[in-house]
């Protein structure tokens, strides 16, 4: 057991301190690329700035007689790219159990330590995982002479992840978030669909029979796979002051369906999605970022009852301490998101204005009202 006076100190002689928080940057759309396909790769510089993050993938997607050609192909990215200030770099290295993941870390940090944001671990299984990792990146960044650490992101793709899922949020410091792996998590507890994320039209409830005429109409809704999966990594993350994220959506062509899942992840507190194809980028950027109307309704709550009012009625409806601190999440991300996105600044600021010129008085509630 380790000491909590010890959990903030370097793991290794001359590594960086810890990080106490976990930076707070957008990461609405996690584009993945293939550093060994020259085609994308050639691709990478024009996408700075137009993406949170861009993530130079060495496992899955990348052949085993390809992964050394993309570690070295991401290493070359890495050096020649201006990635500014808005645009982090990621990286997936191979699974830890993997002959690839000792020289994927290895080669990443002390090559490219200084412009590497975050690792993103896949098949995370529990916190020993995290622990391993935590020590080599410690005795890899002294080596390398950083002055930051670099952050960690674990995928949850199996059962055991699943289980283990707080112990692996609070293993370290370096924690930055996690993501669903919908495919692999899948197979491994043997659900029968195919798909890499998203619903399944069998998983279903149907409308009783009415009048018991059992061979009469009766509608069904399809449901969501993967509802209990994201809210337990939710609960988790924010647990650790970490941030969750939806994972593929691997239907390139249903961009519908890829954003109807992008925007059940956003209801359910993810920051952000993984984008496998630059259509799924401006979806995921438009889903995970708070519609106009609702940035307007926030700011309306939150000035209604900035002088400390318990309860106030505002457009027929009732709004009172609960409500207050859900509109300032909603705020907070709005604003942060404003200040690396000029778009969004933009409406954000013109839906203000129109807050302040058009408000309608709100009243204080009633204790009928309150309940």
Known sequence: MRSAKDFYRPLAVGAPAPVTQVPARPSRVIHFFDPSNEKMAAKVPAMVGAVDVLLGNLE???????????????????????????????????????????????????????????????????????????????????????????????ILETARGMVNVEEICGAS????????????????????????????????????????????????????????????????????????????????????????????????????????????????????????????HARRVVAAMSDGAAAVMLDGKMEDDASLKQCLVIVELAERLARTDPALAELYADDAARCDDAAPAASAATPAQKG
């Open 173 to 296: 410091p370096r924690m930055q978030g996690l993501s669903l792996g919908p495919a692999d998590l899948a197979a491994d507890r043997r659900m029968k669909t195919t798909r890499v994320g998203g619903g399944h039209p069998g998983y279903l409830v149907r409308r009783d029979p009415v009048g018991g005429d059992i061979d009469g109409e009766r509608p069904t809704y399809q449901q969501d796979l993967w509802h209990y999966t994201v809210a337990r990594m939710v609960d988790a993350c924010v647990m650790h002051g970490l941030y969750p994220y939806y994972g593929p959506f691997g239907d390139i062509a249903d961009v519908v369906a890829c954003e109807d899942q992008f925007r059940n992840a956003f209801l359910l507190g993810c920051v952000g999605a993984w984008s496998l194809h630059p259509v799924q980028i401006e979806i995921a950027k438009r889903v995970f970022s708070p519609s106009v109307d609702d940035v307007a």
């Open 60 to 154: 899955d997607a990348v052949r085993a007689d390809r992964k050394e050609a993309a570690r070295d192909g991401l290493v070359a990215i890495a050096r020649a790219t201006d990635f500014g200030e808005h645009t982090q770099l990621w990286a997936r290295v191979n699974a830890l159990d993997s002959p690839w993941a000792l020289d994927d870390l290895t080669t990443l940090v002390t090559e490219i330590g200084d412009r590497l944001d975050v690792v993103m671990v896949p098949k995370v299984q529990g916190p020993e995982d995290i622990h391993y990792v935590d020590r080599l990146l410690a005795q890899l960044e002294a080596k390398a002479g950083l002055t930051r650490p670099i952050l960690v992101h674990a």
